[in-house]
């Protein structure tokens, strides 16, 4: 772990297609009147590519909206606009909304797979949970994933058995723009067992992973600790919040790729 904040400074941005990514722009469908609240399920979007209908879960929490004013920036990165996706529990319940994946993300073939995302919390301490995720079909194989738990950052890993794990890397600050890349490293060619997870958050030079490592204010490795024995393809992103009543969530900026640069270097 590296505990020093370095100067941040811009990275250009280059042309990368990833396997899917959503800044959550108004170009794309995104609507703040969409149902009259913005509810990202009653969205009616046309892209980008990667997705597949219309819309985030028709069932579900209301609560999870489009907003303009909702776009989260970290400053290693260099944006080109758009909202973000605000939630506002009103009480401790567990609250999920998914976006399917078309097509379908296969680990086969592959020996990587990263994601990326943008997390906020803004209430009097992180002492809830918030998360973001890839997933298989059924909801019980998680591909990777990041977020805030009881007041720690935290990577989410998976074991054999199929239980989700938060497993806590450092101190969470309220009001604070946390920039998540992940890294699942397949460990034996198969994807079968147990493999390896990484994960750098607010690295100021994502021009490699090495300068992410260096500049990170957190990086942790930790090999063979998660379990991705049933996960043949991912299907969904998933969006994860409880435990927050009063509070305001931000999420933006979802990236998957099969690259380091595919998912830190925007469209």
């Known amino acids: 772990m590296n505990g020093k904040f370095l100067s941040l400074c811009l990275f250009p941005v280059l042309a990368h297609a990833q396997l899917a990514y959503d800044g959550f722009r108004p170009e794309t469908g995104y609507s703040a009147q969409a149902g009259k609240s913005g509810s990202l399920g009653a969205q009616q979007l046309h892209g980008p590519a990667g997705w597949g209908g219309t819309s985030w879960d028709v069932k579900g929490s209301e609560l999870f909206v489009f907003r303009e004013d909702a776009a989260l920036t970290f400053s290693a990165i260099t944006y080109p606009g758009g909202g973000g996706v605000q939630i506002a529990p009103i009480d401790a319940t567990p609250r999920t909304r998914g976006r399917n994946l078309e097509p379908a993300i296969p680990f086969a073939g592959r020996t990587s797979l990263y994601m990326s995302f943008l997390l906020r919390v803004d209430a009097p301490d992180c002492g809830g949970t918030a998360w973001a995720a890839f997933e298989n079909s059924g909801g019980n194989g998680l591909g990777l994933g990041a977020g ?3 007041g720690n950052l935290v990577l989410l890993t998976r074991t054999a058995r199929g239980e989700r794990v938060l497993q806590a890397l450092g101190p969470a600050a309220p ?11 397949d460990s034996d060619g198969s994807w079968k067992g147990s493999d390896d997870l990484e994960i750098w958050v607010n690295p100021s030079d994502v021009s490699s992973e090495v300068k992410a490592t260096e500049t990170a204010s957190l ?7 998660h379990n991705a024995s049933t996960e043949i393809t991912l299907t ?3 969006l994860h ?6 509070a305001r969530i931000f999420f933006d900026e979802l990236a998957f790729g099969g690259s380091f640069s595919e998912v830190t270097q925007r469209p």
């Open 219 to 225: 990086h942790f490795q930790d090999a063979s600790s």
């Open 148 to 150: 805030i738990h009881e």
């Open 236 to 238: 969904r992103a998933m």
């Open 175 to 185: 009001a604070t723009v946390y920039y998540f890349i992940i890294k699942l490293s």
């Open 241 to 246: 919040v409880e435990n927050f009543d009063g």
